[in-house]
């Protein structure tokens, strides 16, 4: 009994000291959980350990498990040496850093793919410590593509029985699987039997990545209209769970209209006579029904439901209707607006539109326009504004009385609504010429000179041109203005001459003088002398424009010059020959100047221009000779 109990007590000694011993050998693994990256980034999984074996008698091994459950290991290390397992997915993707002897490793795995979403073990295997393990499992994850939706362009009706389809939204391409949630006016929707239908669709690509289309159906209404409906994608991320929208879409409802409105749409303001009028005409549901339009009780059927009135008169002025039938009920709907044509008549002009007055008469005119608006008149004359009012008063009729007068008649309202009358004004009397700029002319020979005359009288007058040799002149220009006659006529300038213009009526004659002078140069070159003669000087007018004038002024100050020469010399050659026949200054004619030493060649002959016109004879050597020796 003893020696059993001391073997009893030596058995549990060996257990005890067994237990102890297994206590102090165990290896302690520490590592995440889970460890999260994006596909293609490269990603970290640290490995920390405690172990009662030193760093010389540890065996480290990296391990994953495969989608059926297996280990395959893809990492070897010891005191000696470490090895990267060839023929695995990892090969050539990891490497492991670290230090053993501080108890932390860390595998790199780059260019992590979705493959890559496994649980990675990293195992520690001690000499007497035991052996320990941990586990981390890698998350991958690919943010999907921006949501993309598609609308229903067809307009859906609140009458359909059945929810209709709104639109389809799309996330393509993202791990794990993204979620779709549609929103209405930032409301989210919910399947509601009979009212709301939302339906998914998963696929899974080649790639592995997940692409995710929901459709949504619903019942619309009249306030759908103005709705806009759009997707919500949220994605996990490494970390957390990300989100983004979708573009918002708006539908086309389709609903009865319950009322019509009917205006004018243009002009804007108010409409005259000649516009084009535009009437448009609306109801309050979609699509627009076909409308007719009625004018008092007269039906019109334009193309469009748009009603176009060209070149309006007062008879479009009225009521207008626009009608249409309401299908579901049958209900007939109007409207109506109401149309105004404002008019501005032709002017009338009283005493109608010729007057006739004797000089000094008097004349009360009137101008008066009909129209549906206040009207603005005045009176113009040659362009400019002669009086106010609707009445014109002229007094002490003139040639300057005579004309025609335009009143214009105004709607200061409306822009461009304007009317005229004209009345013309002509006074009795004896022709009145125009007195010209110049009635004095001088022209070269063989030049041609135009003569204008203007004769104002009422008849108006007869013109006729003569020439101071009795001939008529033809015309080449005769029309009648407001107030009289204007003629031109054409002479081909051979000598002096003068036209006349002459105007008659029935009261009378006026008559006016043009003086035409012709100039002829000649130069005549002799021994001693050059002499320039012209024709006699004759008075003369012209109807030549200034610049024609003052262009030959320096030619007529030459002539008179040369004339003053050439009389100078004529009268001293006079006095010599008086002189030599001895009937001046008291000498006989036998008298001889040849007592004198002299050479009729060196004669000269001297004028003197002055009050008393003296003239002296030089000697032959220049010397003056006083009076008595003459």
């Known amino acids: 009994m003893a020696v059993r109990d001391a073997a009893s007590l030596l058995v549990g000694l060996l257990v005890l000291f067994h237990t102890w011993g ?112 941990g586990r981390t499992q890698l998350r991958v994850f690919e943010r999907p593509e921006l949501p993309s939706i598609e609308q229903v362009h067809t307009g859906i009706s609140v009458s359909n029985e059945n929810p209709s389809k709104i639109g389809s939204c799309e996330a393509k391409n993202g791990f794990p699987r993204p979620n779709i949630t549609w929103y209405r006016d930032n409301m989210p929707m919910q399947n509601v039997p009979g009212e709301v239908t939302v339906l998914y669709q998963v696929t899974r690509e080649s790639s592995g990545l997940f692409s995710v289309k929901s459709e949504l159906s619903m019942k619309v209404m009249k306030e759908d209209k103005d709705a806009l409906f759009y997707c919500e994608v949220t994605y996990f991320v490494p970390g957390g769970v990300r989100m983004t929208e979708s573009n918002r879409i708006n539908i086309t409802v389709h609903y009865p209209s319950t009322a019509i409105s009917m205006w004018v749409e243009s002009p804007k303001g108010e409409i005259k006579e000649g516009d084009t009028v535009e009437i448009q005409c609306r109801g309050n549901g979609n699509p627009q029904p076909p409308f007719t339009f009625k004018h008092e009780e007269k039906e019109i059927t334009p193309d469009t439901n748009v009603l176009v009135l060209e070149n309006v008169t007062r008879l479009n002025s009225g009521l207008y209707h626009c009608v249409t039938l309401d299908l579901d009920t049958y209900e007939e709907l109007m409207g109506n607006t109401s149309v105004f044509v404002n008019y501005l008549d032709a002017a009338v002009v009283m005493p109608g539109d010729t007057s006739v007055l004797s000089q000094g008469d008097g004349l009360n005119a009137t101008c008066n326009a009909l129209s549906s608006l206040s009207t603005h008149t005045a009176w113009f004359k040659n362009g400019a504004e002669v009086s106010k009012g609707h009445t014109l008063t002229l007094k002490d009729a003139a040639f300057d009385t005579a004309g025609t007068y335009v009143c214009v008649v105004t709607v200061p309202e409306i822009e461009g609504m304007e009317t005229s009358g004209v009345l013309r004004v002509l006074v009795l009397g004896p022709p009145e010429i125009s007195e010209p700029v110049n009635t004095a002319i001088e022209e070269n020979v063989e030049s041609t000179v135009n003569l204008s005359c203007h004769a104002r009288g009422f008849p108006p007058p ?105 009389l100078l010399a004529i009268l001293g050659s006079v006095l010599y020959f008086l002189y030599k026949k001895g009937k001046i200054c008291g ?44």
């Open 22 to 133: 297994a206590a102090w050998a165990v290896v302690e693994v520490n590592m995440e959980d889970r460890v999260e990256v994006f596909r293609g980034d490269t990603v970290q999984i640290t490995c920390m350990f405690t172990s009662a074996d030193g760093s010389g008698g540890l065996m480290i091994q990296w391990l994953y498990m495969t989608q059926l459950g297996v280990r395959q290991r893809i990492y070897y290390q010891d005191a000696t040496t470490n090895i990267v397992d060839r023929g695995t997915p990892f090969t050539d993707r990891i490497k492991v850093i670290g230090s053993v002897a501080k108890g932390e490793l860390v595998l790199i795995i780059t260019d992590v793919q979705l493959e890559d979403e496994l649980d990675f073990i990293c195992q520690i295997n001690g000499v007497t410590a035991g052996n320990g393990e």
């Open 462 to 566: 007869s013109i006729t041109w003569t020439s101071s040799d009795g001939q008529v002149l033809k015309t080449v220009s005769h029309k009648e203005t407001e107030d009289g006659v204007h003629s031109v006529v054409s002479v081909k300038v051979m000598s002096d001459i003068n036209a006349f213009c002459n105007a008659s009526n029935d009261y009378g004659t006026d008559t006016v003088a043009f003086s035409i002078k012709a100039i002829t140069l000649t130069t005549t070159t002799t021994t001693t002398t050059t002499t320039t003669t012209t024709s006699p000087t004759v008075k003369a007018a012209t109807a030549i424009p200034p610049k024609k004038i003052k262009k030959e002024g320096s030619g007529v100050v030459v002539a008179v010059i040369i004339i003053c020469i050439l």
């Open 587 to 630: 000498r006989s004619g036998k008298q001889d100047l040849t007592k004198e030493k002299s050479n009729k060649d060196n004669i000269v002959v001297e004028m003197k221009s002055d009050n008393t016109e003296e003239a002296v004879l030089l000697g032959v050597n220049g010397d003056k000779k006083p009076p008595s020796d003459q």
